[in-house]
């Protein structure tokens, strides 16, 4: 089946003809990783390491990045919070070979969930980001949204519907923020402090597939 015309003008390309071939057996054993390290940090650790070494932060600083990069102290929370898409499995956030940065949203629904499972939401979930990743990976940024709307119309459509189990109420911490730091700041402490207390923002996206947009990824450098 092919996509809806308004992929190919976003895109500038023709799109895939057919889902690309996904295998969700291997696919969750990555988005997952490891056993979450549990106490790995503090809440505090994470609010710094992203506002220090994450791009569109207002205190971003690639000096005060270094500095706590190079501090024995941190070590093992920037194992469990950062990975590159190459690793054989990820941690709660996953350097991508084209520049951006996700939030392992998968990986925080199967945590949740406590299923990590072929079948399982997490597994699912995972299945519907590598669709419209697959599909509009040719697309700038500028046209990211109307490609991913096309998507989930389209070439997608099936994955989205095994992926509705990721509206839950239970698993919003995981899909439910609308910027980029609250993923961050959510997900890493899911995976590796504890679930913050505080809740959720009062103005969320109402689930992981409006306008087809994908709060929890965004453009960033080198690791």
Not at 98 to 121: E, F, H, K, P, T
Not at 141 to 168: F, H, I, W
């Amino acid at each position: 089946m092919l996509l809806a015309g308004s992929l190919e003008v976003a895109c500038g390309a023709d799109p895939p003809s057919d889902p690309p071939p996904t295998d969700p057996t291997s696919c969750l054993s990555t988005a997952l990783g490891p056993l979450p390290s549990t106490g790995a940090c503090t809440e505090s650790q994470i609010q710094r390491i992203y506002s220090a070494c994450t791009s569109t932060s207002i205190l971003y600083n690639p000096s005060d990045c270094r500095t706590l990069e190079l501090n024995p102290a941190n070590a093992a929370c920037l194992d469990c919070m950062y990975s590159i898409e190459s690793d054989p499995s990820y941690g709660a956030i996953v350097f991508l070979t084209d520049g951006r940065m996700r939030v392992n949203v998968s990986g925080c629904i199967a945590l949740l969930d406590g299923d990590a499972g072929a079948s399982s939401c997490g597994a699912n979930d995972w299945d519907r980001r590598r669709c419209g990743d697959n599909a509009c990976d040719s697309c700038p940024d500028s046209d990211q949204t109307a490609c991913r709307v096309a998507a989930e119309n389209g070439v997608c459509a099936a994955y989205l519907q095994g992926a509705d189990c990721a509206k839950r109420p239970e698993l919003a911490p995981c899909t439910e923020q609308s910027e980029f730091m609250d993923y961050f700041r959510i997900v890493g402490a899911i995976f590796c402090a504890q679930m913050p207390e505080a809740g959720l923002p009062d103005e969320g996206i109402s689930g992981p597939f409006d306008s087809g947009a994908e709060g929890d990824t965004q453009d960033e450098g080198d690791p």
